[in-house]
Structures are given as C-alpha cells and as structure tokens.
C-alpha cells in the first residue's frame, strides 16, 4: 500500500509517505504557514521513492485543531489531489496524532497545542481514548484529572502548559513533560488513517478542516449580527 500523510497544524509540517513496507518520514520546521513548501515537498518525497501521485492509494491528512491558515492549506491542497485523481481521503484529529505519538503510558495523556490568546487546544486521553478536548486552559481541566496521581503532558507546547497545570494541582501529582515533543508524526498519522480507512472508509466529500474555535472573521461576523439585533 503507498499511503501519503501530511499534518500542516503547526509550525512544524509532517510528511510522510508509506511505500509497501518502507516508511519515509519527515519534519520541515517553516513559518507555520506552509502555502509556499507544501506541494514541492510532496513531490519531493514521492521523487525520491519513485512514486507518482497517481501511483498513491490512500492520502491522509489531520484535520485539527491547529493553525486555521496553515489546516485548510493542508486539507485543501490533499482533497485537491484526491478528487483530481481518485484517490481516498481521510482525516484524522491532531490532538490524537500527538498522544499516540508518545510512548506507551498508563495514566492520562494530555495533548496542547498553542491556540494563541493565552489559551489551548487540549485533548485528554486515557489508554487510547479521548477523555475531552477543548479550547481552553489549565484550569478548565482540573475536574478531569483530580483523581490521577500522574500525567504525561505532550505536544509542541508541553512546557508551557505544564507550568502553568503544576501550579493549579496537588504538588503530590506527578505532571511528566515530553522531552521530545517534536517527534515525527508521520508514522502514527500513516497508521491511524489506515486503521480508520479499513474501519470507517475515506471521508465524505463534505469533510473539513475541524477548529474547534471560531476563527476571528467568524467572532467578527457574530458580533456584527449581535448588534444588529439590538
């Protein structure tokens, strides 16, 4: 099977591509916006291992949260050649991507990312599933974790969000912070949109980008209408 996954919600884009039993996996550290390196370093994989884009059976693609610009540049530009070719498309979270990229833990895992505005996008997973996920902080999770005596705290902004968690909880609580947190992902983004596609089939057609907070011209647009109501 060749497969090609592409994870565009950060700074950092994943790509990797699957051909049969050989696994390419890489990490470009950009601008987070990812417009103007994408395609050509698709090509760019798929060139070193002989593969066209007609030669691919499965595309994958993680759906968010994340960065708004730099998903819909990933999701579109994947949908773009699967409806082009005839190639199955599927998505799969981000947050969930990052947990199972982790090793093995027995506790809860918590995934963050940086959502700007002080704020983050959080998924909390207990051995392999999703506890909750939110755009939120800190605070907003302490019901979720009061009964852990540890928490493994991964993702590009590990750190951060463990300082301020610490702060908030039972000093007796063991909050491990991910070392390496800027792991490739493309072998864990290759694996769940297999096991996904099997189970689940591609993605409807309808399918997008998920954010789990509105975008600024969206809050821009609720607050015009609010005050036109008045």
């Not at 390419?24 to 593969?51: C, T």
Request: aromatic share 4%; hydrophobic share 40%; net charge negative.
């Amino acid at each position: 099977m060749k497969v090609l996954a592409v994870d565009t919600s950060t700074a950092i884009l994943h790509i990797a591509l699957l051909n049969d039993d050989k696994l390419d996996v890489r990490m470009i550290k950009k601008d987070g916006q990812h417009s103007e390196e994408l395609l050509s370093e698709i090509k760019s994989i798929l060139s070193e291992s002989n593969i066209s884009f007609k030669d691919l059976n499965l595309l994958v693609a993680t759906r968010g949260p994340g960065s708004f610009t730099s998903l819909r540049i990933g999701f579109s530009t994947l949908k773009g050649i699967s409806l082009a070719l005839g190639i199955p498309l599927v998505s799969v979270p981000t947050l969930q991507v990052i947990a199972e990229a982790t090793p093995d833990y027995p506790a809860i895992k918590i995934s963050v990312i940086d959502a700007k505005k002080k704020r983050y996008y959080i998924g909390i997973y207990k051995d392999g599933k999703l506890i909750k996920d939110l755009d939120g902080n800190a605070e907003d999770i302490l019901d979720e974790i009061k009964n852990e005596s540890s928490i493994l705290v991964t993702g590009p902004d590990a750190t951060a969000f463990s300082n301020k968690l610490s702060a908030l909880i039972d000093p007796k609580v063991k909050i491990i912070t991910d070392d390496q947190c800027f792991r490739p992902l493309g072998g864990v983004m290759v694996k769940l949109g297999i096991d996904q596609y099997h189970s689940q089939g591609e993605d409807d057609i309808g399918q997008g980008p998920i954010y789990i907070r509105r975008s600024d011209a969206e809050e821009a647009l609720l607050k015009k209408l609010a005050n036109e109501d008045n």
